[in-house]
């Protein structure tokens, strides 16, 4: 890449910093320039987040539809899976998947419903009932 | 910012780990690093599609080597002692940094991204493998030099410790590292050597590692699936999966071109010390296969952005790495006999 091709489109990195990169003058001759974004990854970059909606909105209904708990909805919110949630919890995978039913989420105590809702920065009525406010 | 306890002159990097490495061994002494000789001392340059592994439910591809390689092995090529520790507890994790930052002694911590109050909420996954510089310390306000920002951030310590705490794959354990205090600078030999063993070790990882799906191979692999993917997984997670493969390829600390612009770099830097003018041609080489590179992503988004959708698109798109693949073959071929010669 030549130093005059270095894009200069909008990126939510160049917001906070501009990136550097390595770019080469008419002789070959490697220096560094920077550059605020590129619309190639910054649309990479919504393709995940759209994917990472989607999975919400999934979650959301399923909620809403009574077959999964308020736990899926907030897990797939904070981007995490069942490994990441597991050891931020520390309760094993197969505990999570349990809590992640209805059923299974009727069951926990205050102390885990607590534990759920201080990672998820919500209070332990906003974890029961998470989309209250907005219906 | 005004620093009380060092001297610490901050260094904006492409990449993270080679920042890092670069600027804490500048600041103990080592003048002579820049940041692409630590990346091809440290053999940084790979390329893996790890088969049956998903990440964030997409191809897990890196164009680099495992993090904290690049810092272990430019200090082992240099001759400097490395300290690297994890904690069980938060407070001796801080406590320990604390005597070392309020001492002067600016030090290196692995943390995730996730919770990294400053970076922006688009780029907040729960990535792990993120490194910065503590620095300074003042009241309860640490001052970061992380290699992608332009100056120094601060942080207070329930954040820093909440990045050095994060959990996940990779996850750091409160990891800090650094080296000696007061450094030798290399000879010119030293140099030399260290330049001829990374090259070397780069060489064997992209032409001789086992399997079919990592090094120059990797690349054909990776190719030849992504001719697959239409009608494998359908359009859209065959747009997601591509969207992936550019993120790792140019996202921060790439240095655009999956790192091959650095490696360009690094072959230019490493001209004074072995003195072999072919390393200019294999320079271009690199460079040219970072175009390449960019090219393809730029093929790419034409299909995740929805203007191409064709079979003919995306075998288009698997050809354009089955082609990168042959050159860095060749090119890396060039390196291996070139450094067979050397002394």
Sequence with gaps: MKKEEIPQDNGALGKIAREVTYVVDENGNYSTGQSTGWDVKTEALNVAWHDVEAKIEAAKQQVLAGTASPILYFMEKWIMDLNILASYTGYWKWTIKKHLKPSGFQKLSEDKLKKYAALFEVSVAELKNPFKQSE | ?343
């Design chain 2, 1 to 343: 910012m005004e620093l009380q306890h060092t001297n610490f002159k901050h260094l904006q990097a492409a990449h993270c780990e080679n920042g890092v490495t670069t600027a804490l061994l500048r600041h103990y002494g080592i003048t002579k690093i820049t940041e692409p000789l630590a990346f091809g001392i440290g053999s940084g340059l790979f390329y893996i599609q790890l088969p049956f592994m998903k990440v964030n439910g997409g191809p897990a591809i890196s164009f680099r080597t495992m993090p904290g390689l690049i810092f272990k092995r430019t200090c082992t090529a240099l001759g400097v002692p490395v300290t690297r520790k994890k904690f069980r507890s938060h407070e001796k994790a801080m406590q320990e940094l604390d005597e070392r930052v309020l001492a002067g002694k600016p030090t290196a911590c692995q943390v995730g991204v996730f919770y990294l109050t400053y970076f922006p909420k688009e780029y907040r996954f729960h990535f792990n493998a993120h490194n910065l510089i503590v620095v300074d310390k003042k009241g309860d306000d640490y001052y970061i030099s992380d290699p992608i920002m332009e100056g120094l951030v601060t942080m207070n310590s329930y954040e820093l410790e909440r990045v050095r705490f994060a959990k996940g794959a990779f996850a750091p354990r409160g990891q800090m590292y650094y080296p000696g205090d007061h450094l030798k600078e290399p000879t010119d030999e030293q140099m030399k050597q260290g330049i001829i063993k990374g090259i070397k070790r780069n060489c064997r990882d992209m032409l001789h590692i086992p399997g079919s799906f990592g090094g120059v191979s990797g690349i054909a692999y990776t190719g030849r699936q992504i001719k697959k993917w239409k009608t494998k997984l359908g359009d859209e997670k065959a747009r997601s999966y591509l969207a992936q493969l550019v993120r790792m390829q140019e996202e921060i600390g790439t240095g655009g071109g999956g790192f091959r612009f650095i490696y360009g770099a690094f072959l230019q830097q490493a001209h004074p010390y072995l003195k072999a003018d072919e390393l200019f041609d294999l320079s271009r080489q690199f460079t040219a296969a970072g175009d390449k590179w960019r090219d393809a992503a730029i093929q790419a988004s034409g299909i995740y952005k929805g203007r191409l959708n064709t079979q003919a698109d995306y075998d288009n798109m698997g050809d354009r790495l089955i082609e990168i693949s042959a050159l860095e073959k060749q090119a890396f071929q060039q390196l291996k006999a070139l450094m067979g010669k050397m002394k």
